[in-house]
């Protein structure tokens, strides 16, 4: 694998930050970062003028919760990783014709880009496929873009007349560990996704998190945080009227070995960054200028608020803040671009 090659990217705000896709005001693609590192109870969000780099406004990019964002050259069907705070290059193989991963795909890295080889892993929004290369490493495992279809089980939905049809269960975003693929398969099942290169799933039972009094759903979202694997949940309510409240979160870490969930009050000076639709991860807290020991949770209830919950404190949130507010247009799609250079 090549050495990285330095990118002239240069972005105006700290990192992390929220990328947010929308319409301007003629219509036209915009893409805006907003700042969120801005004290505790001082949530500024502060807007790019839309001089950011092409590979920003190229919507054909995918955060990582690694800090990499994949990027694809439509018109060459390129494909690399580059590090918006570094600005280091690692050239993918180039998806072919035909090929086209879609554009809402979450992605992950099987860990830290390395000579030594990793794996690049895309997940189709509500498609049961993903698509993976791998780099670096025997060149014998490297077949470039492969599309691998999946099967993982079904799962019965309820409708109307009392009438219940059945559907397959689609992994929704990919966590790392030790070089292993985790996913949410169930509350009481653990998926595990692994190359060898080829890929192979798995499962393991693990005991479900008890959920407080009145919660009628659950937004689980996996986090790895020093080589272990965190839960983050949020418990939510669902009235009969079709309203949403968020009655809390909870931080747990796998005990692998007795398949259980175990809850934390502390990750220290570290925050979880959510995105229901893409990844979550984790960075340092202060130097981010974020709250130390706490959940950000963007679009959690399918809106545009980002709540702050405090992890050691029992009545969950900490704050709700709007930081769409300013942004005009259609199609907003709020992700977080995150440090590259974490430990």
Not at 126 to 138: D, L, M, P, S
Not at 189 to 200: N, R
Request: glycine share 10%; with cysteine.
């Amino acid at each position: 694998m090549e050495l990285p090659a330095p990118m002239p990217v240069t972005l105006p705000l700290p990192l992390p930050c929220l990328v947010v896709d929308h319409d301007g005001a003629g219509g036209e693609p915009c893409t805006t970062l907003l700042d969120v590192s801005k004290g505790e109870h001082q949530h500024q969000y502060h807007a790019c003028d839309g001089d950011a780099h092409a590979l920003l406004r190229n919507r054909r990019r995918w955060m990582t919760p690694h800090g990499w964002v994949l990027s694809c050259d439509p018109s060459t069907l390129a494909t690399f990783l580059w590090s918006p705070q570094t600005t280091e290059k690692i050239d993918l193989p180039p998806l072919t014709p035909g090929q086209e991963i879609p554009l809402h795909s979450s992605c992950s890295l099987s860990g830290k880009p390395t000579a030594a080889g990793f794996t690049v892993v895309a997940v189709e929004p509500e498609k049961t496929a993903v698509w993976y290369c791998h780099v670096g490493g025997n060149a014998s495992d490297r077949p470039g873009w492969v599309r691998y279809e999946y099967d993982v089980g079904s799962v019965t939905f309820p409708v109307v007349n009392d009438r219940r049809i059945q559907g397959k269960k689609f992994i929704t975003r990919l966590t790392a560990v030790g070089g292993k693929f985790y996913f949410f398969k169930s509350h009481d099942e653990l998926g595990v996704l692994e190359f060898s290169p080829a890929p192979l799933h798995s499962s393991v039972p693990v005991r479900a998190v008890e959920r407080p009094p009145g919660t009628t759903c659950m937004a689980p979202s996996f986090v790895e945080l020093g080589g272990e694997l965190y839960l983050a949940s949020a418990f939510l309510h669902y009235d009969s009227g079709g309203a949403t409240s968020v009655l809390g979160c909870g931080v747990y870490k796998l005990d692998l070995a007795g398949k259980r969930w175990c809850k934390v009050s502390d990750i220290g000076d570290r925050a979880f960054l959510m995105c229901p639709l893409y990844f979550s991860g984790c960075c340092s807290a202060t130097a981010s200028g974020l709250r130390p020991n706490c959940v950000y949770w963007m679009g959690l209830c399918d809106d545009d608020l980002l709540r702050v919950f405090d992890i050691d404190r029992n009545e969950g949130t900490h704050g709700v803040h709007d930081p769409c507010k300013d942004i005009s247009g259609a199609n907003r799609n709020a992700v977080w671009m995150l440090p590259s250079d974490e430990p």
